[in-house]
């Protein structure tokens, strides 16, 4: 079973917009954390943000901000004010402290930002 | 501070042959992971080393092997290449194992089996 879930294959929004790529994941394990990662076509993935299970608060880091409800499982990233440069495959992923600790990652959300 | 870096960047090889893919984390990291990113199947974990030591392995036949010196830079080694081993073979540095809150990636090995 997929254990992180992107919806959405690809996505466009307009220069200046906001924008929103769903995530959904699936565990048994209280603690957790999940992360997005952003991957241009050069290939290096990127860390944006990161969430933990036990975090009271939405996790922001500038222009990006991580809309975390626990109870849906779901953690989706949100972009504020789309910059040309946003263009790129946005993976998220989830990481389980139980097991084996290792990073399993969505199919991604190819995001394309319209001048 | 110098990021994770690559090497090579682009590889081709035939069918049998096989090949090292070389990777130095950011100074001071500890832990080197190897992924796998093909389209069909997306990014799929190959192994992690900590320390030098083997920490956590993904579901790949024996043929992927790697090795962590130790001043942190890691090899991995595809023995017996096939044509679906064409991939970008991605690495990720952390201060701790299993990536700790962020993992820092490098550019990637683009390899080609023709």
């Known amino acids: 079973a997929q254990k992180i879930t992107q919806t959405q294959p690809g996505m466009f929004v307009q220069e200046k917009e906001a924008v929103t790529l769903d995530c959904t994941y699936d565990t048994s394990d209280p603690s957790y954390g999940l992360f997005w990662y952003k991957q241009p076509s050069s290939g290096e993935m990127i860390f944006l943000i990161y969430q933990g299970s036990y975090d009271q608060q939405n996790a922001t880091e500038g222009r990006y901000s991580l809309n975390f409800q626990k109870a849906r499982k779901s953690a989706n990233l949100v972009i504020s004010a789309s910059q040309l440069g946003d263009s790129a495959m946005y993976f998220c992923a989830m990481r389980e402290s139980g097991g084996s600790y290792i990073p399993t990652f969505g199919r991604g959300t190819s995001l394309i930002v319209h001048p | ?114």
């Open chain 2, 1 to 114: 501070k110098a990021g994770v870096t690559q090497t090579p960047r682009y590889l081709i090889k035939t069918r049998g042959q096989q090949v090292t893919l070389s990777c130095s984390p950011i100074s001071g990291h500890r832990s080197v992971s190897w992924y796998q990113q093909t389209p069909g199947q997306g990014l799929q974990f190959l192994f992690e080393y900590f320390s030098e030591t083997q920490r956590n392995k993904g579901n790949f036949p024996g043929r992927f092997s790697g090795r962590q010196f130790s001043n942190s830079r890691s090899e991995m080694n595809v023995s017996t290449l096939e044509l679906g081993d064409s991939a970008l073979y991605l690495c990720a540095s952390s201060l701790e194992t299993g990536g700790g809150i962020a993992a820092f990636f490098g550019q990637g090995t683009r390899l080609t089996v023709v």
